[in-house]
């Protein structure tokens, strides 16, 4: 059974360009969080989806934004993209809500701002 | 600010012996608690958690406890085994946390064959 997948897995882009790195949680999961992890840091919360709907965000500015399908699978999107936004993007996904379990995380998208 | 706080950025220990990993907390409101393990190129892989309503779980090798009083918890591995080299961080969430965990900065333990 496949796992948390993210795409794409590496992507480079410059100062105030756009982005959307892509999620697939695993099958019956509902829930999709986003996690934002720089270099040397944790993982910092950016967004959950469960249901479609939007049920926690971080403190990130508006720039940064996600949505969630109808089959669970979610998009973030960052606009006019800063040197600062250089990070691994985390995807996670769990049954609902913040699960017992916690997440199952996938491998991430290395996002590199140039 | 920082409300889960891993003070040791890296810990070295001998093959067979204990690992113990410890982590800090702010928050009185968190009463969940995760460690999740990271190797190089994945995502962190969910270990072991604790409730506060327990202040021990064992899971094979790894127990995690828990001291409500000090806000801090630890995770122990014994014996330590070189495939458990890699990065711990410790997470944890709460009531009014808005459906998100906090994680630590992580550990990078390395076990020595």
């Known amino acids: 059974d496949a796992g948390v997948t993210q795409s794409p897995t590496h992507l480079i882009k410059t100062r105030g360009q756009q982005v959307t790195l892509r999620c697939s949680p695993i099958s019956g999961h509902k829930s999709v969080s986003w996690y934002q992890q720089v270099l040397g840091q944790g993982p910092q919360f950016i967004f959950q989806y469960y249901e479609k709907e939007e049920r926690g965000r971080g403190n990130f500015p508006d720039r940064f934004s996600a949505r969630q399908f109808p089959n669970y699978s979610s998009e973030l999107n960052v606009n006019a993209l800063l040197l600062g936004d250089s990070a691994l993007y985390l995807c996670?996904?769990?049954?609902?809500?913040?699960?017992?379990?916690?997440?199952?995380f996938g491998s991430g998208t290395r996002l590199t701002v140039v | 600010d920082q409300q889960v706080k891993q003070n040791s950025p890296s810990l070295s220990v001998q093959e067979g012996r204990i690992s113990i990993l410890n982590c800090d907390y702010t928050n009185s409101m968190f009463d969940y608690f995760l460690w999740y393990k990271k190797y190089p190129a994945e995502g962190p892989t969910f270990l072991i958690s604790i409730s506060s309503i327990k202040d021990k779980n064992e899971d094979g090798r790894f127990t995690v406890f828990l001291n409500k009083s000090a806000k801090h918890l630890s995770l122990h591995i014994v014996p330590s085994q070189p495939g458990d080299s890699a990065v711990y961080f410790c997470?944890?969430?709460?009531?009014?946390?808005?459906?998100?965990?906090?994680f630590g900065t992580g550990t990078s333990l390395t076990v020595i064959p």
């Open positions: 997470a944890a969430s709460g009531a009014g946390t808005g459906n998100q965990f906090y």
């Open positions: 996670a996904s769990s049954l609902g809500g913040l699960g017992n379990y916690g997440y199952t």
